[in-house]
């Protein structure tokens, strides 16, 4: 599983010219489901996720986390985050999840992240999608397979 998590002021996705996710302060995460991955993998990064303190204190240090400020996330499927560029100039993807298993992980980690967040919004699970965001910082960080089971 690997996660792209922005620190966002506000954040939309759009299909076919129509928002149909949209939050204000908290993280835009693209979320890209790999072969091997789990629902426990997908708790994992998701309480890693939720605990992360990237939102700054009255001080400045980045110690706050997203339930610290109320924040929402807006999860974005993107299975190109398993691209594979080592050989030649054509992306291959054959470490991404397929399509049932990687929708069904994405849902999962939709929903288990709607039990613990009040605002959660997504995108369309294969569409085309046009994502728009305010990149607070810019501050982003990137969550992968080197943390599983460490």
Known sequence: MRLVI?????????????????????YLVLLGVGRKD?????????????????????????????ADVGGGL????????????????????TDAGEAGQAKHLYEYFAGKCRERVEKVATGSFGADMEVSLVNDGPFTVILGEELWKK
Not at 18 to 26: C, F, L, Q, R
Not at 39 to 63: P, Q, V
Not at 74 to 91: E, K, M, W
Request: include cysteine; hydrophobic fraction near 35%; charge should be neutral.
């Open 38 to 66: 789990t629902e426990e993998m997908a708790d994992f990064y998701m309480e890693k996720m939720l605990k992360l303190r990237i939102f700054a204190d009255d001080k400045g240090k980045t110690n706050l986390s997203l």
């Open 74 to 93: 807006l999860i974005v499927s993107q299975f190109t985050l398993y691209a594979d560029c080592s050989h030649g100039n054509r992306p291959s993807f």
């Open 6 to 26: 922005q620190r966002v002021t506000s954040a939309s996705v759009k299909v076919e010219g129509e928002v149909i996710g949209d939050i204000k302060k908290g």
